[in-house]
């Protein structure tokens, strides 16, 4: 028996189908609980029936190759098994109620440490509450963590510099400064400070072909369909956002920050007043805050209407700012709204529902509270992206409400960590709120 032995629960296969195959050279067991309760989410056309249906057909080729209740070998050099035993060990008995499936796996996992004392056993689970009763047990319990980061060490997309009196003038001369100060990633922002004015700053950008510091020129304080930034991690986010020479952009931070706002904006610049897109696209995952309200009745845009109206408020203050501003000009002009957009094709109000097959060539596709969004669910919806495609990633990675995701495993905080060092990519954490001093002071404390 390998020197390792890892029980997993079932809501790791439902997360990550490939979980099967993520534990290296070690032994993998399923109890046959587990293949009982993924046999009852495959019938849907969710994510997770998706993910159920995926595992069958691992277990089905793996079965094909040897006896699963033995132990079939894999690849990289470890096995896979599922366990049908049904003797009980004393302490399972006497210490748990055995008529739940989650303590029918702690059971499998105290069975298989009694059996091999030799082996490490590690019962691996998504629910914090079945690691806590295995740990009561004397079961070492893991989280499934593969896809997880260190949000403490998040990427912010920026960080403060001191320059020396003469650098910045050279930098005040060329409007670039090559870099001498150690290693940034590409697309990262440099806030320097001006010499004798510590209280003033200017922002500049790495470019990593060239290797240096530029001022940022995408975003010079213009207005954007009717905005302008209010604070400079708006003016940061903002310069990648109209750089179209960068194809994914994300911006994190907590509510009230203005993410989606200046997502939208440039969406709607780059695609109604310069036309550098067809069509800009917005969607978000459909999950309620708090009881949901069951099925809705009517078409699929009056079904989705409900989930978009984060999207639908965010229009309206662009809209005003944009007629406010031709007003000025032209007070005969009629007025702007949702629909005129939506029937003139600019614009797309897509549930990502129906996302998996498709192709978005020519578009800003703007995935809005992508923090609810799994690694994987992240990854099929970014390789819909087609040709001169720029996908924008926007959410709080503190605020999620899908169960079996936290702030270091979720889509959109992957997605940061493992992008940060590729030269089409962009991203800023906005700390600083805009919306109200109310907002602003309940996204602090509560």
């Known amino acids: 028996m390998e020197r390792k032995i890892f029980i997993l629960d079932t809501n790791v296969l439902i997360h990550n189908p490939q979980a099967l195959f993520s534990f290296e050279d070690n032994r993998v067991v399923l109890p046959i609980v587990v293949i009982e309760e993924i046999d009852q989410f495959k019938k849907g056309v969710d994510e997770k029936s998706r993910n159920a249906r995926q595992v069958g057909r691992y277990l089905d080729a793996l079965r094909k190759k040897g ?38 796996i702690i059971s499998t996992a105290l069975y298989f440490k009694e059996k091999y004392p030799q082996s490490i056993v590690t019962l691996v689970s998504k629910d914090v509450n079945v690691r806590v009763k295995a740990d009561c047990v004397g079961i070492n319990a893991e989280n499934f963590e593969t896809d997880t980061i260190k949000y403490e060490e998040f990427f912010t997309g920026w960080e403060f510099l001191d320059l020396e009196p003469e650098q910045y003038r050279e930098l005040e001369e060329k409007g670039y400064i090559n870099n001498i100060f150690g290693d940034f990633f590409p697309n990262q922002f440099v806030r320097v400070s001006v010499p004798d004015k510590p209280d003033q700053y200017k922002t500049l950008r790495y470019h990593y072909g060239r290797n240096q510091l530029y001022v940022i020129n995408h975003y010079t304080g213009q207005q954007v369909f009717g905005i302008k930034a209010r604070n400079f991690e708006q003016e940061m986010a903002l310069d990648i956002l109209l750089d179209d020479s960068i194809k994914l952009v994300s911006l994190s931070g907590k509510a009230g920050t203005g993410k989606t706002l200046l997502a939208m904006a440039a969406g709607l610049q780059k695609v109604v007043e310069e036309k550098r897109y067809s069509r800009l696209v917005v969607s978000r995952p459909i999950s309620p805050l708090g009881k949901d309200l069951g099925y809705l009745p009517g078409t699929k845009t009056e079904k989705f209407n409900p989930w978009m109206q984060p999207i639908y408020d965010n229009m309206d203050i662009l809209l005003s700012s944009l007629t406010d501003k031709r007003q000025e000009s032209s007070s005969s002009r009629k007025k702007t709204d949702i629909n005129d957009l939506m029937d003139y094709g600019f614009l797309e109000l897509e549930p990502l529902t129906y996302i998996r097959g498709r192709s978005l060539p020519d578009q800003f596709f703007i995935i809005d509270e992508a923090q609810n969004l799994s690694p994987h669910e992240m990854k099929t919806i970014i390789t819909r992206a087609g040709e001169n495609t720029k996908v924008v990633l926007t959410g709080d990675p503190y605020q999620i409400d899908i169960p079996y995701l936290d702030s270091q495993s979720n889509g959109l905080s992957v997605s940061v960590e493992k992008f940060k060092g590729e030269i089409l990519v962009g991203h800023i954490t906005l700390d600083k709120g805009e919306r109200s001093a109310l907002a602003d002071l309940a996204a602090k404390y509560l």
């Open 67 to 104: 006896k699963l209740q033995e132990g079939v070998p894999t690849e990289n050099g470890g096995t896979i098994q599922v366990t049908v035993n049904k003797e009980i060990t004393n302490t399972a008995s006497e210490l748990l109620f055995l008529d739940r499936n989650d303590n029918l």
